[in-house]
């Protein structure tokens, strides 16, 4: 009843009636109808245009009608343009993206997350066939006076090996053959002496 009114209403009760409130004796004059219509089309499209489109402002042709901008006025606030809102929504989105990248960089245990299923992929180093690493222990560097004192440390230790090695003194040991007595004669100077190989070679 209320979507189409155009249906009516059915009763047979003689004792039921009404009267149309259009029709009635009373009524005001209307227009046509169709007139009507293409009037409030037109009102509703200004409207509209004068909503989607701030920009084209108040036209009047009379004189007495006046007012001031609330946006232009003296005391309002600073607004940013369409430009600027702009490029600072790009780089608020850049400096974001870059935040991004460095906590991923800056805590590579936090992982990575994705939501696609179809996204994979494997851990280079938990791989079945990776080799085995052995844990590297953090030892604290050293500072020059302590890599100095370890050389003297190690100098120290060379030296007092090769003291308690009992090697052979060269004290004995002289280039010229005169000076050496083998026995009861002496040898000549033409004689070659081969060191380190024999004692018994003359």
């Not at 494997?122 to 066939?129: A, L």
């Not at 052995?134 to 560097?141: C, I, Q």
């Not at 000076?179 to 024999?198: E, H, M, P, Q, R």
């Amino acid at each position: 009843d209320y979507m189409h009114p155009e249906v009516g209403v059915k009763t047979t009760d003689p004792a039921l009636f009404g009267r149309n409130y259009f029709n009635r004796y009373s009524a005001p004059e209307t227009e046509d109808e169709r007139a009507e219509i293409l009037a409030e089309a037109a009102a509703l499209k200004k409207s509209a245009v004068a909503y989607m489109h701030p920009e084209v402002g108040v036209c009047s042709e009379d004189a007495t009608l006046f007012g001031r901008n609330y946006f232009e006025r003296a005391s309002a606030p600073d607004v940013e343009s369409m430009e600027e809102a702009e490029e600072k929504a790009k780089i608020l989105a850049e400096a974001a993206a870059l935040k991004h990248l460095a906590r991923d960089y800056m805590h590579p245990e936090v992982g990575v997350k994705t939501t696609d299923p179809t996204l994979f992929g494997r851990n280079y180093f938990n791989r079945y066939f990776a080799p085995s690493l052995d844990a590297v222990e953090n030892t604290p560097e050293s500072s020059p006076e302590d890599a100095e004192s370890h050389v003297l440390s190690s100098f120290n230790t060379l030296a007092a090996t090769v003291k308690g090695a009992n090697l052979p003194s060269t004290k004995n040991s002289k280039l010229s053959s005169l000076d050496k007595n083998i026995g009861t004669t002496k040898k000549s100077a033409s004689t070659v002496d081969l060191f380190g190989l024999t004692d018994e070679v003359h």
